[in-house]
Nanobody, 115 residues
């Protein structure tokens, strides 16, 4: 069973919105921090947002005000609401769970922003 599973990506027009989900195995639900990364085609991953176990959030300047983190503890899921998407935000979005027992990555979810 995968420890981290992302979903919610897809094709969206510029200016559109999506809600990305990061479902975390119950074993690792008491995480230290969950990071979301964006990897554009042919480029390195960059962190765009993170949420701590206490619920504090932090966003990259480029997405601040457009991306919003939330969590549903009953579902062991962290959400990233992405809005006002730009073409350059096309790529794979990865969820990274930092836990006392390790550092876990999902397989990513593809977001394509195109008209």
């Amino acid at each position: 069973q995968a420890q981290v599973v992302e979903s919610g990506g897809g094709l969206v027009q510029p200016g559109g919105s999506l809600r990305l989900s990061c479902e975390i195995s119950a074993t690792y639900a008491d995480f230290i921090v969950v990071n979301w990364y964006h990897q554009p085609p042919g480029r390195q991953r960059e962190r765009v947002a993170r949420i701590s176990d206490g619920g504090s959030t932090d966003y990259a300047d480029s997405v601040n005000g457009r991306f919003t983190l939330s969590r549903d503890n009953a579902k062991n899921t962290v959400y990233l609401q992405v809005a006002s998407l730009k073409a350059e935000e096309t790529g794979v979005y990865y969820c990274n769970v930092v836990h006392k027992w390790g550092n876990f990555w999902g397989q990513g979810t593809q977001v394509t922003v195109s008209s």
